[in-house]
């Protein structure tokens, strides 16, 4: 279980410089889909990642350490917190430097064993996110694990989540509103970290 987080760093690009000797799990999806949200409800404080109400605003890479607790152990993991994507109200040549600076981070920071694919669970099937899902795999390592997660699902009635849970098998449907899920994804992220889920 997480015990506790904090706030480490933002970077606006890339920095090599930045190792962490933790393994670390990568927030991914459209603006405004939930990440900052998750991130709070995940580490039980409420203001720890700052969401923005204007889409795709925050355009820098927030590190967080965060500590958990597995059979009476206690060891570090790190979220980062990715830019949204798709709604950034940008010049096209800094949305190409983001896109350069994401690209490069993703495929060069070894320490990411779980990509975390957010996704709006009354949008299931749009472009931008089978885009994403597809780009993730081009460059997964054998260490690596893309995991779907589909927010806002109090939203959806019974029906409809049982039809998403089935169309996704592998995939975890949270609410951050009544914190449905969440222990789920709490167990996910800590076996994976730990390289225990095979």
């Not at 885009?131 to 019974?158: A, E, G, H, S």
Request: hydrophobic share 40%; with cysteine.
């Amino acid at each position: 279980m997480i015990i506790g987080a904090k706030f480490i760093t933002s970077l606006v690009k890339f920095d090599e410089n930045l190792s962490s000797n933790f393994s670390e799990v990568a927030f991914l999806g459209r603006s405004n889909v939930g990440k900052s949200s998750l991130i709070n409800s995940l580490c039980k404080q409420k203001n720890l990642a700052k969401s923005s109400a204007t889409p795709g605003k925050t355009q820098l890479i927030n590190f967080f350490e965060v500590t958990c607790k597995r059979n009476e152990e206690k060891f570090n993991i790190n979220f980062i917190d990715l830019p949204g994507f798709g709604y950034a109200k940008v010049s096209k040549n800094l949305k190409e430097i983001w896109n350069q600076n994401l690209d490069e981070f993703l495929k060069l920071r070894t320490s990411i064993k779980l990509f975390i694919h957010l996704i709006d669970s009354r949008h299931t099937h749009l472009e931008i996110d089978v885009n994403l899902n597809d780009y993730l795999k081009r460059f997964l390592r054998p260490d690596q694990k893309i995991l779907k997660v589909f927010t806002k699902c109090d939203k959806l009635n019974q029906s409809e989540k049982a039809k998403l849970k089935n169309e996704f098998k592998d995939s975890i449907l949270v609410s951050n509103l009544n914190k449905f899920g969440l222990d789920s994804l709490e167990d996910i992220i800590i076996n994976q970290t730990l390289g225990l889920d095979k």
